[in-house]
DNA sequence: CTTATCATTCGATGATACTCGAATTATCGG
DNA sequence: CCGATAATTCGAGTATCATCGAATGATAAG
């Protein structure tokens, strides 16, 4: 069985729980391995660059995103493995035993998830 | 394709981005359907009265738990089906566009899962 | 109606989080 | 070295979150 650093998941949800930053975690994702730099995402986001560095901290310590520097700029991108683990994290852990199949899923890739309430 | 309420989605992150929410959150998971009187939530997790219906007032909010009325007692339990929407937004918008295959649990660590036992 | 129990709401306090301009560090191209 | 560019750190102000005792509402039993 998964045992959790319960305090790992708790930064790992918080910093995702703030319109900013999930939409920044999206477009990092959207984006690919490649990244964006910090300039383009704070262009994008319409967000001066003390905040966009303040969010981007954020998801970097929380281990949702990596960080590389090219030049004289700062590439994010988004680390999948995280976000794998923490989905599987909430799995295991509070989604009802049994109840609800989702994590016996052999079928399609996201077969067993499409449906929502 | 899953329509995504992007509020929705970070309210309840937030919900459960806290240590002892999260803690609540697994108890009601693990006692399934017939959920918890809000008194002996409050006891097991060693929270003021107050501060627990804080807490379970932010869940329920959130969407995550159902609340009823059992006599002079409020019963709390677990919503799977929300968390399971959560997951499936999650795995939808944030996941590497199929690229990345979710059925690793139990892999090589990740920052947000470390092992404890 | 009165008392006891379960839980919430209220209100005050302390603690974090967020925002963002200004100053600073790092890098690049002459 | 110098000027320009990319991004961060610093600092101050604002806002939101969290905690919890005391007061209040809701239900049950005598």
Avoid: K, W
């Amino acid at each position: 069985m998964l045992v959790v650093d319960t305090s790992a998941t708790v930064q790992a949800l918080a910093a995702l729980a703030h319109e900013t930053r999930l939409a920044l975690y999206r477009m990092l994702v959207e984006r690919g391995p490649d990244g964006l730099p910090a300039g383009v995402i704070a262009e994008r986001l319409n967000v001066p660059p003390s905040s966009l560095t303040f969010h981007v901290q954020h998801l970097h310590r929380a281990g949702l995103i990596t960080q590389r520097r090219v030049g004289r700029q700062l590439i994010y991108a988004a680390d999948y493995a995280a976000m794998n683990g923490l989905i599987a994290t909430l799995t295991e852990n509070c989604c009802g035993r049994g109840s609800v199949p989702l994590r016996r899923a052999r079928g399609g890739p996201t077969a067993a998830v499409r449906r929502s309430a």
